[in-house]
């Protein structure tokens, strides 16, 4: 299994970039995947959430209104849309997958924790300049 993140970059503040996820070894129907970062000298935390379907997202606070996940799961790849990019955004985001099945599909409104998931991609830098 491999979650391969790309899309990252520098981009000054007020910028956009798309990150890709795409995932080898793995259906993506039968997952529900998120979006986390991690700063230098910070803990790693959540940026999104997406369920197998599309039909749940949601966003840490920071980041809402601003971040747009969607996934493709023709293609097997996840994205986040970031647009209005701010310094603090600055960190290396990584991907991740959990794996979901048809009988629990109503458990997919609720987020897991970065405990829960399965797979990890490799992460993607992403600087902001100001």
């Known amino acids: 299994v491999q979650l391969q993140a790309s899309g990252g970059g520098?981009?000054?503040?007020?910028?956009?970039?798309r990150l890709s996820c795409v995932a080898s070894g793995i259906n993506l129907n039968y997952y529900v995947m998120?979006?986390?970062r991690q700063a230098p000298g910070r803990e790693?935390?959540?940026v999104s959430y997406i369920s197998s379907d599309s039909s749940t997202t949601n966003y840490a606070a920071s980041v809402k209104d601003r971040?747009?996940?969607?996934?493709d799961n023709a293609k097997n790849t996840l994205y986040l849309q970031m647009n209005s990019l701010v310094p603090e955004?600055?960190?290396v985001y990584?991907?991740?997958?959990?794996?979901t099945s048809a009988s629990k599909r109503y458990l997919e409104i609720l987020t897991?924790?970065?405990?829960?998931?399965?797979?990890?991609?490799q992460g993607t830098q992403v600087t902001v300049s100001s």
Do not use: I, M, N
Request: include cysteine; proline fraction near 5%; aromatic fraction near 18%.
């Open 10 to 17: 520098l981009v000054q503040a007020g910028g956009s970039l």
């Open 94 to 99: 990584f991907c991740a997958a959990k794996k």
């Open 44 to 46: 790693r935390e959540p």
């Open 89 to 91: 955004d600055t960190a």
């Open 112 to 121: 897991p924790t970065e405990y829960d998931y399965d797979h990890w991609g």
């Open 67 to 71: 971040f747009t996940v969607s996934r």
């Open 34 to 36: 998120g979006w986390y």
